[in-house]
């Protein structure tokens, strides 16, 4: 069998087939020709990875410059709504007290001390310490209502009465007295004078600035000077 087979090779035409020069410059030239679009494919595909990477690259940075570009143009843009629209400031500004009303002070004091009205001793318009030192506070210091109302007023079987032992030391203001500002809402008034009831004496007294109004803070008074 295998005899057989090479001599059918052998006698074959196919083995005997010529080709021209020309045919095989054609087979060539389109060998060559597939190779060389296989190269070109090769690049292309190369070339265009390369592109697309660069692309990815540089989009990200153009929206970064864009970015930045817009917040130079327009700086107010950045700026916190705090800054542009600063808070408003609803407190009011503090006033600052002129000088205490000196002689309506003094007046009004004495009207609470000594012109009450009474009956004999007894105070009519007011029924209870409580009441009098209350009235007292719209002109001197709580401390101050209570030391006056304990050293010139009595309470007595649900009655209020005047004591007998007289009233206190006034400011004489007539006569020439030293005003001293301690702070703008403190101020010291000094003075030496002399009276028939009570004699020469020193008397010492403090202003208060507070809750909008001036008030007698503290009053003290030296007899010593009789001495």
Avoid: C
């Amino acid at each position: 069998m295998k005899e057989r087979l090479k001599d059918f090779s052998k006698k074959s035409t196919v083995n005997h087939i010529e080709f021209s020069k020309k045919s095989r410059q054609q087979v060539m030239q389109r060998i060559s020709g597939i190779n060389k679009k296989s190269r070109y494919a090769s690049w292309g595909k190369r070339a265009l990875s390369a592109t697309a990477l660069i692309m990815l690259l540089i989009i990200p940075g153009y929206f970064v410059i864009d970015s930045l570009q817009n917040q130079t143009s327009n700086p107010d843009e950045n700026v916190p709504d705090v800054e542009k629209n600063p808070p408003v400031n609803d407190e009011e500004p503090e006033i600052t007290p002129e000088t205490p009303p000196v002689e309506e002070l003094e007046n009004r004091y004495r009207d609470m001390v000594i012109n009450q009205e009474i009956d004999g001793l007894e105070v009519v318009n007011y029924d209870s310490m409580n009441e009098l030192v209350n009235a007292f506070t719209e002109v001197m210091s709580q401390s101050l209502a209570e030391q006056t109302a304990d050293d010139y007023f009595r309470e007595d079987d649900g009655n209020l009465y005047v004591n007998e032992s007289g009233g206190p030391a006034f400011l004489n203001a007539e006569s020439d007295y030293d005003l001293t500002e301690i702070s703008n809402t403190q101020y010291e008034l000094a003075q030496t004078t002399k009276t028939e009831q009570s004699g020469q004496f020193r008397i010492n007294i403090t202003y208060q600035y507070q809750d909008d109004r001036w008030i007698i803070q503290e009053r003290k008074v030296n007899y010593s000077a009789n001495q």
